[in-house]
Antibody
Framework: EVQLVESGGGLVQPGGSLRLSCAASGFTFSSYWMSWVRQAPGKGLEWVAN????????YYVDSVKGRFTISRDNAKNSLYLQMNSLRAEDTAVYYCARLMMATINFDYWGQGTLVTVSS | QSALTQPPSASGSPGQSVTISCTGTSSDVGGYNYVSWYQQHPGKAPKLMIY???KRPSGVPDRFSGSKSGNTASLTVSGLQAEDEADYYC????????????FGGGTKLTVL
């Protein structure tokens, strides 16, 4: 059974940093692109970042470029999102999702971790 | 403001059919057959219901179907059941430009 479990969310002040983690199991993690997708409270979904199987390609939504870094450790079956210079508008539930690159869809999602940016 | 436009709400009685629209542009919905639909119950993670416009993942009931015409995609839920009450989001590949994938604002489906 495919499982994605996020952790690392919490309350952080504007300008602060946070590192999210996603532990994957039930599939060959190193064979898949992975993504982060976020959802602000009461709002819709927003794609944040993608990373290729070997980490050689990374893509970000414009609003987080230069502030967020997606990475992965295939030996640990883990995906990460380092978030720096956090802003109030980054407040959201962050989901880890498996990206099916051939069909451009997210076929498995974690339960999400809440990041709140507030003073 | 979301990149794809969905009606904020839709409703139907048990057993009826309801269709949710998702309107984009020729740069996303109209330009690629990579439209997906996700179901999200309150407090839960999204679940993939439709991909590549009209394909259903294993385990998704055939009551759910998808289609596309021009820049508008649609999700139809037939034979509505109480458990279908949820938020539904469409998404589309947006090409090599940023953002990579765009989502709709979501539609709250109410089973009356």
């Amino acid at each position: 059974e495919v499982q994605l479990v996020e952790s690392g969310g919490g309350l952080v002040q504007p300008g602060g940093s946070l590192r999210l983690s996603c532990a994957a199991s039930g599939f060959t993690f190193s064979s898949y692109w992975m993504s982060w997708v976020r959802q602000a409270p009461g709002k819709g979904l927003e794609w944040v970042a993608n990373i290729k199987q070997d980490g050689s390609e990374k893509y970000y939504v414009d609003s987080v470029k230069g502030r967020f870094t997606i990475s992965r450790d295939n030996a640990k079956n883990s995906l990460y999102l380092q978030m720096n210079s956090l802003r109030a508008e980054d407040t959201a539930v962050y989901y880890c999702a498996r990206l099916m690159m051939a069909t451009i869809n997210f076929d498995y999602w974690g339960q999400g971790t809440l990041v709140t940016v507030s003073s | 403001q979301s990149a794809l436009t969905q009606p904020p709400s839709a409703s139907g009685s048990p057993g009826q059919s309801v269709t949710i629209s998702c309107t984009g542009t020729s740069s996303d919905v109209g330009g690629y057959n990579y439209v997906s639909w996700y179901q999200q119950h309150p407090g839960k993670a999204p679940k993939l219901m439709i991909y590549e416009v009209s394909k259903r993942p294993s385990g998704v009931p055939d009551r759910f179907s998808g289609s596309k015409s021009g820049n508008t995609a649609s999700l139809t839920v037939s034979g509505l059941q109480a458990e279908d009450e949820a938020d539904y989001y469409c998404s589309s590949y947006a090409g090599s430009n940023n953002p990579y994938v765009v989502f709709g604002g979501g539609t709250k489906l109410t089973v009356l």
